[in-house]
């Protein structure tokens, strides 16, 4: 009967908010993220963006009001690697669409967002933690293909999708994914696939008609790679070792890559090298202990130096594989260990708002709390990173979202009743 009462409560709010054109936080600590703090401010909202952020805030009369006296209010939370809406269950096929068969192990044509699953289970309790939105990345070979940017909105895929694709994921701290023996072939490869790309540029009409030698890569591939080759599209490449992120470096030096590092376990020992080149990095701060030979230097401070050496930070989940699924919804968590090694807190709120939509080319909708900016916000009952707050409200442009959770429902399923 609770279940049914929490669905019911659900689909009431979300109604309600379809015909609420205007919406007002009052009374909160606003971080804006982009700006200064502001104690007991108000950001307005109408038809789903924010139109003023301030201490001295107008509110029409018609305004529904959440009262946020004693709370935090920041913007959405931005996830920067899920398998979000791909992978339900490990252990049934029909529920994974994260990775392409390819052809060499290269998958460039493949758009994983396409398989995306609105109904997943996953979005309820990701969303109910603060993240408003996520980056959904393809895994497995040496390109795993494109990625793409979804709101955790309930309703279909094409609700959810914000723009796609926002980046090409590739790796290279596998060479067995990569169908290679070694680093250094899986480079090679990686160049000559590259080399290719460029080739095709130049001469696809003679490559159309059988008029030139053979490439590395089908024509789809080819094709999905030009503009990562041409600089439009990032590439993010997944590498732990220093050495492996140091031939990351000198892969974008040679090809004018937009580079983005994922993982990064010993990226402060190259901290330096990758400020100096502008590299932003993906990376985590919950893992203590290497899981790896690739992992060895990895350190619980690595965001946090590399912070301070002018590194551009997005905090990710990097401590298996259910972080990136079902336990996505930890980010918070992520945050909050960084703060604890070493990064500021400022910083570590960026990390996960501002730095990420800035990395991928959507700061201009969301990431932050200023007018004409998507209205992405999250009412939190103290700071975000503190184990014992919890989400209050959670806002997809303009429109709130209640859904219980699987967890919500099991808990009032199997609560104990009193007599």
Request: glycine share 8%.
């Amino acid at each position: 009967m609770r279940a049914a009462i929490l669905i019911a409560v659900f689909v009431l709010a979300a109604a309600t908010t379809v015909f609420a054109q205007t919406i007002a936080i009052t009374n909160g600590t606003i971080y804006p993220v982009s700006s200064a703090p502001i104690p007991n401010g108000t950001v307005l909202i109408r038809d789903g963006v924010i139109v003023a952020v301030g201490a001295r805030v107008n509110v029409p009369a018609d305004a529904r009001r959440i009262d946020a006296t004693g709370k935090i209010v920041t913007p959405g939370l931005i996830n920067s690697v899920t398998e979000l809406g791909v992978v339900e269950i490990d252990q049934v096929k029909d529920t994974k669409d994260d990775t392409a068969k390819g052809t060499s192990n290269i998958s460039a044509a493949f758009r994983v967002w396409e398989g995306l699953n609105p109904a997943s289970a996953t979005f309820a309790p990701t969303r109910n933690e603060g993240i408003t939105t996520a980056i959904v990345t393809p895994h497995g070979g040496l390109i795993s293909g494109q990625a793409g940017v979804i709101d955790l909105v309930p309703g279909h895929s094409a609700d959810m999708i914000r723009r796609a694709p926002v980046a090409m994921v590739a790796q290279i701290d596998n060479a067995n994914d990569a169908g290679t023996g070694a680093r250094g072939e899986l480079m090679g490869k990686l160049r000559t696939l590259l080399d290719d790309v460029k080739f095709y540029m130049n001469f696809g009409a003679d490559y159309d008609r059988g008029a030139t030698r053979s490439l590395s890569a089908p024509r789809a591939d080819l094709e999905a790679l030009i503009p990562v080759v041409t600089g439009k599209l990032p590439l993010i490449i997944e590498a732990n070792r220093m050495d492996e992120i140091d031939a990351a470096l000198a892969l974008a030096h040679d090809y004018y890559l937009k580079l983005i590092i994922v993982g990064g376990a010993e990226a402060w020992l190259s901290a330096e090298r990758l400020a100096a080149a502008q590299i932003p990095v993906l990376t985590g701060a919950m893992s203590n202990i290497p899981s790896s030979f690739a992992t060895l230097n990895q350190r619980q401070e690595n965001a946090g130096l590399l912070r301070r050496a002018g590194v551009r930070v997005v905090l990710v989940a990097t401590s298996g594989s259910d972080v990136t699924r079902f336990n996505a919804r930890n980010l918070k968590y992520e945050a909050g260990n960084a703060v604890a090694y070493g990064m500021t807190h400022d910083d570590a709120l960026r990390a996960v708002t501002l730095t990420p939509a800035e990395v991928f080319g959507l700061s201009d909708r969301i990431g932050s709390l200023q007018p004409g900016r998507d209205a992405n916000v999250v009412v939190w009952s103290g700071d975000p990173f503190e184990f014992s707050t919890v989400v209050e409200h959670v806002l997809i442009k303009g429109r709130e979202v209640q859904e219980p959770s699987r967890q919500d429902l099991l808990i009032e399923r199997y609560r104990p009743r009193l007599k």
